[in-house]
Nanobody, 113 residues
Framework: VQLQASGGGLVEAGGSLRLSCAGS??????MGWYRQAPGNQRELVAH???????NYADSVKDRFTISRDNAKNLVYLQMNSLKPEDTAVYYC??????????WGQGTLVTVSS
């Protein structure tokens, strides 16, 4: 099972980025994104179930949108109105049908002020 994340980069405050994560080797009941800023614990950003139910951290509600393509095992995170405090390494995460966790490699998002 693999999760391959992409789409990070450097953006100015107020800008947008789109992260993508491609899963392979399993069917995932839940896919999502976590992030970890320097000196902080890893935190949930958003996740989405196979039927499209979403959950967001309060800090990103109304700015970030998570979506997925079940047929292709893809999950996306559209990040708008980015703030410097969104700077972090973003990790793709998924749970399979047996609730086992999988993690992708991180992708760095840097928001300059």
């Amino acid at each position: 099972v693999q999760l391959q994340a992409s789409g990070g980069g450097l953006v100015e405050a107020g800008g947008s980025l789109r992260l993508s994560c491609a899963g392979s080797g399993s069917i995932f009941r839940l896919m999502g994104w976590y992030r970890q800023a320097p000196g902080n614990q890893r935190e949930l950003v958003a996740h989405i179930t196979r039927d499209g139910t979403t959950n967001y951290a309060d800090s990103v509600k109304d700015r970030f949108t998570i979506s997925r393509d079940n047929a292709k095992n893809l999950v996306y995170l559209q990040m708008n109105s980015l703030k410097p405090e969104d700077t972090a390494v973003y990790y793709c995460q998924a749970k399979d049908l047996f609730f086992k966790d999988y993690w992708g490699q991180g992708t760095l998002v840097t928001v300059s002020s």
